[in-house]
C-alpha cells in the first residue's frame, strides 16, 4: 500500500517550493508525484493548426520527489508522517502517525 495517493493534501517540506500546500494530481512512479500549484514550469508551445493549439508559453506542474512532500493534518494544520493500523473489516489503513486519526475515513 503507498503512502501518498492521488487526492492527499499534501505540504512541501524540501526545494524551492517550501510550504506550499497543494493536492496531487498524479502518482507517477513510487518517488514521484505531480502536486497542484508546485513546481510550475513553462514550455514554449509550438503551435499546432491539426489539433487547434495556439503557440505561446504555457505553464504545467512538473513532477517532485515524495521524499520532498508531507501530507498535511488538518487538526494539526501540520506536516505529518503516516504510519498504517489494522481496523476491523477493513484491513490496513493509512492513519496520522501524531494522533493516530485514520486518513481513509
Same mark, same amino acid.
Given at each position: 500500500m503507498s503512502? *501518498?495517493?492521488?487526492g492527499d493534501d499534501v *505540504?512541501?517540506?524540501?526545494?524551492?517550493?517550501?510550504g506550499k500546500r497543494g493536492t496531487v494530481l498524479r502518482?507517477?512512479?513510487?518517488?514521484? +508525484? +505531480? +502536486? $497542484?500549484?508546485?513546481?510550475?514550469?513553462?514550455k514554449h508551445q509550438r503551435p499546432n493548426p491539426n489539433k487547434g493549439d495556439t503557440g505561446?508559453?504555457? $505553464?504545467m506542474?512538473?513532477?517532485i520527489? +515524495?521524499?520532498n512532500i508531507a501530507i498535511y493534518n488538518p487538526a494539526t494544520r501540520k506536516a505529518d508522517? *503516516?504510519?498504517f493500523k489494522t481496523v476491523e473489516g477493513k484491513g490496513k489503513a493509512r492513519c496520522f502517525r501524531s494522533n493516530e486519526e485514520l486518513i481513509d475515513a
Open positions: 503512502k *501518498i495517493k492521488k *505540504i512541501v517540506i524540501a526545494g524551492k517550493d517550501k502518482v507517477m512512479k513510487p518517488d514521484l +508525484v +505531480v +502536486v $497542484e500549484g508546485v513546481n510550475r514550469l513553462k505561446g508559453i504555457v $505553464e506542474d512538473s513532477p520527489q +515524495v521524499s508522517r *503516516i504510519g
